[in-house]
């Protein structure tokens, strides 16, 4: 047993079934050692930032981490955008990163640089090891991290020799931190604080957002209280039968009148509310003036355990009246965001899982399917576009029996596009849906809302993505999957259909302009 | 004129010409400047790691930086791979990594992450702005920080308010400094070491290799001084009438014995040559047992001057007598790296850059096109994969008037492989050759290498890219880029010569497999 066997079966031990990878020269043993644990799936892709957020949706969905394998600094490097989603969605993964043999490191090779500096601002813990027994030690440490709470990623560099070298054992199983449940002071204090609002409000993150939280969520929302999410959530079970809180509005300004007169603000499992951007003469905080906040429970503690407590507090009734299952029409003429979302909500199976980085264009699905079939929906969280397709790769791997739909402005689908080449190979239920604008749409809002004025030529050129125009079929079929391009509602919803009752990976190009 | 405009215009006035950029929000002001700096050119790409693998391509032909426009922490993430090769390259580069407003950091929103740490390990200079006019003073800095000597990426981070608050004035021009010349001594030191050796060697490094130093070179081998260059150059200079040092062998034991009974060896512009990566068992410095090592000119001092003085005072000839332009016959047959690199030899026009990025499949085109036409040789100086095709499109804007040829592996060209469709939106002259042998060629190398045995089945899927085939020439009209296969010598000898005298961009796949 080398230090990569036992750092493998040490990972496994500890519940990590699945590896995406792209490995180099310093990684090779690890590889090697992927043979001799067969717990370990392993999983190709061709770029590591399909590799961070495979891991990211993996982590979402599977509640436990995946490990990636990443080549040295630059390997990582690729990987931060979808790693940043993952630390702001708080994905359990743990990131192996080869690195120099420890002797060769001083040498300053071609590929040496400071992995440590890279990786910190987006891993929760970082470490590297000093040998084989070392490695086995760090690789348990690391899959106690990624659990936090709250979780994230946890990176574990690995140099080549503590890899090739000889291990003496095993590390060891590391049971993982629960999340502290709310102190009985917090909820009595948010039960005191609503009883006395004229308007209050539950603000709830992520962590407040799991199957019994949006129970409690539903039984509070019936005493009255307006009960809203962060705009991004990692993951959200949504469906008919199932409380759907409100959700933060992106921009600030609409933000804040949409909390107008909110007296009291509790925090459930969030922090309070920012702007996502500053904009010049505009609220970073969205907290109306006035309004009192109070903390029922932080991001790090059991958010859905403090809200059914705050529901009995408050003398909530048992369940809230249900929402029945309602599917829109089908949809009929131009094809637009809307008459996608109708479709989506119209035939995904019962527990889809969607993986949404369709910026400016989801949100027609978004309201379509709130009284759909039971489905999961995996928000942006961070912020770093290019999570849609690598994210559905690891749901795809995480859940083999449920249908995956990707859902993707083409700005964002460019970003990480070998992706798609994973879930050709992998074979895996993902259904792509590519909002096809040829344009940075969300920018040209911004551009205005920054106080830019109009876009001259040059601007506009660097908003525009219409010329040349993508061929997401021709990219599609060009790395094995198959494709079609939609340009009226009947057609897609036909197309979509057919893809819901068929298996494997499919790509659909909406033709919105 | 804004904080935006300030910064614009010190780039320009301080001879920055071209802007890589893929902008979020917290850029708009600074995309909203480019309409009014008429000598800056925008180039718009899909992905980061295209932004900074064309800056890179960029400062290596034209010898001054080019400024990337980069979002946030994520942004910067996906540039970093390209934004190690150059600095490894020592390329003139300038970042401008937007960031939150200066009064919105410390709420944490979700791009928010520590730039700083992100950008450290591959920036020569970082600074993050605090006002409008400091942006503007550090705008200048940067330029002048990423000429060194030596040269390398220099980052400015902008936050928005930067930008978009009134500006007094612009940044100064500042000088770039000098490389300083070498020492009488040091050159006396090695021309002693030199004469006293019986098998003396001097290695070049990128510094060393511009079309002086190899001059100079030419003269010292003519006195029977081995010549060898780093594996790995920025840039060289190559063909006809051009002395070609011999190279630096990439795995360490045939470097070792290549280098078997060097006495001497001389470093300009370079540092002790090192192993790549480390092997159980492999030496990790690249000098013999007993070999002495003497200094002529450190990587920030001028080598190619040092070079000129060593030939001096060794007595050497004027000059070197020039090889004769001589070129490979028509290849015929099966197609492999070899004759693909005498198609490339026979039809690139004088004054071709090569892009390379070719990893296994590059060597039949170095070594075929060392008589052929002048050109210029662009390598991968940081091992990250990924930078043929963004390269190619930074130099063909460097240099409009030359052709351009990139070529990539196929694992490599799959990292960055949006890149393509700059190539079409700018209408560059770029040829990107795809070496498709459907698998990390390399890999299956270093895997036995490391000692890790046979690959089994869970292995040997990590290093096969060929279930399924990428299928380059669906993906290249996907991107907007005209594109053909060739499965034997003749078909791409006939097809490459056609894309030498057309304009415009095209890709070759070579069917390797």
Redesign the interface.
Known sequence: MNGADAVMQTLADNGVRACF?N????E??F??A???EPRMR?V?C??E?VVSGAADGYGRMAGHPAVTLLHL?????????N???AR?AFTPLVNVIGD??T??QK?????A???M??A???SRWVKSAKSADDAADLAAEAVQASFGPPGGPASLILP??CA?SPATRKGPVLAAKTRAPPSGAAVDAAAKAIRGAKKPLVLMGSSACGEEGLAAAGRIAATGVRMMADT?LARQPRGAGRFSPERMQYFGEAAIKDLDGVDVMVLAGT??P?????Y?NAP??LVPDGCAEVTLADQAEDAETALAALADALGAPSAAAPNALSLPDRPVGAIDARSVGASIARHMPDETIISDDSVTSGMGTVMQTRTARHHDWLGL????I?LGIPAAVGAAVACPDRKVVSLNGD?AA??T??GL?TL??EKLDVTVVIFANHTYR??GV??M?????D?????A?????G?????????A????VPAERCETAERFDEVFASAMTGKGPMLIEVALA
């Not at 050129?461 to 993505?465: G, Q």
């Open positions: 990878a490995p180099g020269t310093s090779m043993q590889v090697a992927l043979d001799r392993p190709l061709l770029f930032g600094g630059p390997g990582y490097g690729n990987s931060v955008a790693s940043h989603n702001r120099h043999a002797y060769h040498y300053d090779a071609p590929l640089s400071d992995i500096s890279l910190k601002p987006n080549a020799d090739w991004f922090k309070e920012v702007a996502f951007f500053a010049p970073s905080v969280t961070g912020g770093a290019g700005g460019a970003y596009v070998q080449w050709a190979r969300i920018l911004e551009f809302r920054t106080g830019s004025g876009p001259g030529p040059a601007a050129s660097l908003l525009d993505l010329n040349p125009r993508v061929d997401w079929v021709s990219i079929r060009g790395f094995g």
